[in-house]
């Protein structure tokens, strides 16, 4: 970051003695240096990773995707007393959100579809690459893999670490478009236990696993 000083330090001895003009040399450095401490700035503060509010909405007009959803996501705000919403997983009900159901996705939810829209950007419509770009949206605990049924249809499954109930809101939704056209998602299947593989026999990985190591799938 520039400072005024590396400015004033540029003063022979022969003026910077001068208090008068050293102030008038400060005041006309010192907007340059603000000025270029703000431009040095900037990429930090449209960074995918750092950035927020304002900032993280004009990515999102540039990958082209908005921080409202059309339709109101039902069933995702906090709660103690309901499975799915708890802590880590419920959205917290702001003063202005509706009752209906969520409309306006928070920075870090936001992020992650974010992340999905720039994969989608570059993506080459194959299932394998769908599943590729889900799973690097994530911090490597939740891991995503996809079953082509062979009729047009797909079911997605997450394993490992349980996402918030607004991502999977999404999901399910169809709000993160990672989707062949033509092909429909007939469920998201969930592990029933935050951090563990979903049931299944004749596998043994992260993703599925058997009797006494995998949880049951829930269907969202």
């Not at 690097?136 to 891991?143: E, L, M, R, V």
Request: charged content about 20%; cysteine-free.
């Amino acid at each position: 970051m520039a400072d005024l000083t590396d400015y004033t330090g540029l003063v022979t001895s022969e003026h910077n003695q001068r208090p008068k003009f050293m102030r008038v040399v400060a005041a006309l450095a010192q907007p340059m240096v603000d000025l270029m401490n703000l431009l040095g700035g900037m990429p930090d503060k449209f960074d995918l990773d750092v950035a927020g509010g304002a900032q993280l909405d004009d990515v999102g007009r540039w990958v082209g995707i908005a921080r409202r959803v059309a339709t109101p996501l039902t069933g995702v705000y906090f709660s103690l007393d309901t499975a799915g919403v708890g802590f880590d997983q419920g959205n917290w009900k702001g003063p202005f959100d509706p009752d209906t159901g969520l409309t306006l996705l928070d920075d870090d939810t936001y992020r992650l579809v974010l992340r999905a829209k720039i994969g989608a950007n570059h993506w080459d419509g194959t299932l394998e690459s769908t599943a590729a770009i889900l799973n690097s949206i994530f911090n490597g605990d939740t891991y995503v893999f996809i079953q082509d049924n062979q009729d047009m249809s797909m079911t997605i499954g997450v394993a490992g670490k349980v996402p918030s109930a607004v991502f999977l809101a999404l999901l399910e939704g169809g709000y993160i478009p990672l989707k062949p056209e033509g092909v429909r998602v007939n469920f998201v299947i969930v592990t029933s236990v935050d951090g563990e593989p979903i049931f299944g026999f004749d596998m043994d990985n992260n993703l599925v696993a058997g009797l006494d190591v995998g949880a049951w799938g829930t269907p969202l």
